[in-house]
């Protein structure tokens, strides 16, 4: 089973290039992780599922082959395509910019030591003192020799937020997501996305993680991911 970020990173360059128009841009991505999303040869598919002049939903979905050679979707995505505007006389962001600029970051990383493998070792990774903030940069491509979008580069990166904002002791605790939405006002501009991570449990097995998304010249948007918490055996 992989982590969660490269499988939506593909699932967002399959929608981004599925019927592209000139002046339009995903403003929000829904992944819904339907089961363990093996690390193998993986099924991209993706189509307009509801056309319109200004507005469109565009679908995805990633299939794994199971041992027998049934195909299995092991995740799927909505994303809404939206035509632009001229706005920037308006434009306005509610949450002030993440402090700190990347490369002079030295406070200690809040990703629990036992996840420092796979995944996390292919995204260069800085923290902000005070709270769960990182900026995060991703150090591999999702499609080799191809450059990531700026849609793509920020879904490569959205997934890191749970384990950023992790409350519980994971040797204690498994508080798998679910899904990830992101919400993007604004196209992220550079390498880095930056993090600032909230993580709330309920009493009954359920949590809801939640992020400010940036990048260097300020917020982008926002992140959610549905947590299914429970104790370890």
Not at 116 to 140: D, F, S
Not at 189 to 194: K, N, Q, S
Not at 211 to 229: H, K, P, Y
């Amino acid at each position: 089973m992989q982590h969660g970020a490269p499988p939506s990173a593909l699932l967002a360059r399959a929608v981004e290039r599925c019927a592209p128009r000139a002046g339009t841009r995903i403003g929000r991505l829904t992944m819904e992780i339907l089961g363990p999303i093996p690390v193998s040869e993986i099924e991209v598919r993706a189509w307009i599922e509801r056309p319109g002049k200004r507005v469109e939903m565009v679908a995805a979905e990633l299939a794994a082959r199971q041992p027998d050679g049934t195909r299995r979707v092991v995740a799927t995505a909505r994303a809404w395509r939206i035509a632009n505007s001229d706005t920037a006389a308006v434009a306005l962001a509610a949450d002030a910019p993440l402090p700190t600029h990347p490369e002079d970051s030295a406070a200690p990383s809040p990703i629990p030591p036992a996840w420092n493998v796979g995944y996390v070792k292919t995204v260069e990774l800085k923290a902000v003192h005070g709270g769960r903030r990182v900026w995060v940069r991703p150090l591999t491509t999702v499609v080799d020799d191809e450059p990531m979008t700026p849609l793509v580069r920020a879904l490569a990166v959205a997934d890191i937020a749970n384990g950023i904002g992790a409350q519980l002791d994971p040797a204690h605790y498994t508080f798998l997501n679910t899904d990830l939405t992101v919400d993007l006002y604004r196209a992220p501009e550079g390498d880095w996305i930056g993090l600032d991570v909230g993580t709330s449990i309920g009493p009954d097995g359920l949590g809801l993680c939640s992020a400010v998304l940036f990048d260097e010249q300020g917020a982008i948007g926002r992140s959610l991911q549905t947590l299914e918490v429970r104790p370890r055996d």
